[in-house]
Nanobody, 125 residues
Framework: VQLQASGGGLVQAGGSLRLSCVAS???????MSWFRQAPGKQREMVAR???????NYLGSVEGRFTISRDNAKNTVYLQMNTLKPEDTAVYYC?????????????????????WGQGTLVTVSS
C-alpha cells in the first residue's frame, strides 16, 4: 500500500495540528501507526490503531494525541493537541496488514512494510 502524509507545519507550544495519511487502497485490515523521528534520535512509534480499533500511544503523548481512522476514505489521522517543543520531529505514517496481541503495545519500525514520505512538525517555544 502507498501512503501519503500531510498536515505538518510550524506551531507554537500549546497549539494543535492534525496530520492525515491517505492510503492507495483499503486499510480496514491494516494496523495503521504514526512514528516520529527527531534529529539525532531513533524513529519511535507515537500512536497505533489496529484493525480491531485497539489504540496504543507513546507515554509522553498520552492524553494529548489521538489517532483515528476513516476506513471509507482510506485515511488515518493524528490529532495533536497541547504540542510541546519536544514533539518537534518528522512524522511518518506506517501500515502493515496484521494485528498484534493487546499486550504487545509498542512496535519497532521494521515491523511495518509501508511508509509515507514524512511530514515535518516544528513546535516553537
Amino acid at each position: 500500500v502507498q501512503l501519503q502524509a500531510s498536515g505538518g507545519g510550524l506551531v507554537q507550544a500549546g497549539g494543535s495540528l492534525r496530520l492525515s495519511c491517505v492510503a492507495s487502497e483499503a486499510i480496514s485490515l491494516f494496523t495503521m501507526s504514526w512514528f516520529r523521528q527527531a534529529p539525532g534520535k531513533q524513529r519511535e512509534m507515537v500512536a497505533r490503531m489496529q484493525s480491531s480499533g485497539t489504540t496504543n500511544y507513546l507515554g509522553s503523548v498520552e492524553g494529548r494525541f489521538t489517532i483515528s481512522r476513516d476506513n471509507a476514505k482510506n485515511t488515518v489521522y493524528l490529532q495533536m493537541n497541547t504540542l510541546k517543543p519536544e514533539d518537534t520531529a518528522v512524522y511518518y505514517c506506517a501500515a502493515v496488514r496484521r494485528d498484534w496481541s493487546e499486550d504487545y503495545t509498542v512496535n519497532m519500525d521494521f515491523e511495518y512494510d509501508s511508509w509515507g514520505q514524512g511530514t515535518l512538525v516544528t513546535v516553537s517555544s
